[in-house]
């Protein structure tokens, strides 16, 4: 069993950035890909970025590729979220979501086993 903390949310203005972080109850944290998601008011949640066991591999959505970076820390058992140039459509739940499986469609909620509880994520235009 993994629990997963988000933090680092908040109100920020267009233009702005935030950083989110996300700590994991393991200490295998090394085998697990882990992705952040979010929900917007009124909307089903959706991927935003995942990045493989090493971090060699970064994926993310069309909708936010260029403006936020993914990285972890196998050491400090954290994954981040650099959010940049955040945009009022950015507004929305963070999520932060682990699996042990390295295969399986890396954007799709079901692949994920383990989430945290959210962050919530302003942005004011």
């Known amino acids: 069993q993994v629990q997963l903390v988000e933090s680092g949310g908040g109100l920020v203005q267009a233009g702005g950035s935030l950083r989110l972080s996300c700590a994991a109850s393991?200490?295998?944290?090394?085998?697990?890909?882990m992705a952040w998601f979010r929900r917007a008011p009124g909307k089903e949640r959706e991927f935003v970025s995942a990045i493989s066991r090493g971090g060699g591999n970064k994926y993310y959505a069309d909708s936010v590729k260029g403006r936020f970076i993914i990285s972890r820390d196998n050491a400090e058992n954290t994954v981040y979220l650099q959010m940049n140039s955040l945009k009022p459509e950015d507004t929305a739940d963070y999520y932060c979501?682990?699996?042990?499986?390295?295969?399986?469609?890396?954007?799709?909620?079901?692949?994920?086993?383990?989430w945290g509880q959210g962050t919530q994520v302003t942005v004011s235009s």
């Open positions: 393991t200490r295998a944290f090394n085998t697990y890909v």
């Open positions: 979501a682990a699996d042990e499986d390295r295969y399986g469609i890396i954007t799709s909620l079901t692949k994920y086993n383990y």
